[in-house]
């Protein structure tokens, strides 16, 4: 099993639109809507922002969104904030009760 | 409101066996909707799933760290551990247990973390 693949970095200013993309393969990501997408600050536990492929949990703003068409998954954030900055990570089921991660994705609000 | 807590050793020597507890409180590791996990992270690096466990003990395990790991719950004291044997400095991370959806479709609480360094 390999990690899913993430860019390193992203960056926009505030109030634009930025994606995460998160590429898998078709025993991951491609088979199964079992994507999550974690938020992470500095010193910070990850904190779940999607699951599911585009749910979100409560008290997650609707600037959030998630989606998936083959074998990889996207991340979109609208109207950028300086809060939303930190890096960011994919997680998909992989089968047999096994998961697998991305190696994360660096945001920056310019 | 249901929170969890790892606890353990923040050091462990080369060759032995790191063992960390999670508590869970404000609710029950029995329930059937959820599974439970253990995730870590070295220093500046991303994350790595270890293995997750079901309440009827059923576990699941990294199978790059399947050798090595165990986890083991104990639903009488609402806490379940990870053990790791043969410990290198590859292995200092900071561990985080987390509760897994039952669709295995997110980890939607997680501990604090705790850092674990492997050095003599």
């Known amino acids: 099993q390999s990690a899913l693949t993430q860019p390193r970095s992203v960056s926009g200013s505030p109030g634009q639109s930025v994606t995460i993309s998160c590429t898998g393969t078709s025993s991951d990501v491609g088979a199964y809507d079992c994507v999550s997408w974690y938020q992470q600050h500095p010193g910070k536990a990850p904190k779940l922002m999607i699951y599911d492929v585009t749910k979100r949990p409560s008290g997650v703003p609707d600037r959030f969104s998630g989606s998936k068409s083959g074998n990889m998954a996207s991340l979109t954030i609208s109207g950028l904030q300086a809060d939303d900055e930190g890096d960011y990570y994919c997680c998909s089921y992989a089968g047999s009760y096994t998961a697998l991660f991305g190696g994360g994705t660096k945001v920056t609000v310019l | 409101q249901l929170q969890l807590q790892e606890s353990g050793p923040g050091l462990v020597k080369p060759s032995e066996t790191l063992s960390l507890t999670c508590t869970v409180s404000g609710g029950s590791l029995s329930s059937s909707s959820y599974y439970w996990g253990w995730i870590r992270q070295p220093p500046g690096k991303g994350l790595e799933w270890i293995g997750s466990?079901?309440?009827?003990?059923?576990?699941y395990y990294n199978p790059s760290l399947r050798s090595r790991v165990t986890i083991p719950i104990d639903t009488s004291k609402n806490q379940f551990s990870l053990i790791l044997s043969s410990v290198t400095a590859a292995d200092t991370a900071v561990y985080y247990c987390a509760r897994l959806t039952y669709t295995w479709g997110g980890l939607d609480l997680w501990g604090q973390g705790t850092l674990v360094t492997v050095s003599s």
């Open positions: 466990l079901y309440y009827t003990g059923s576990t």
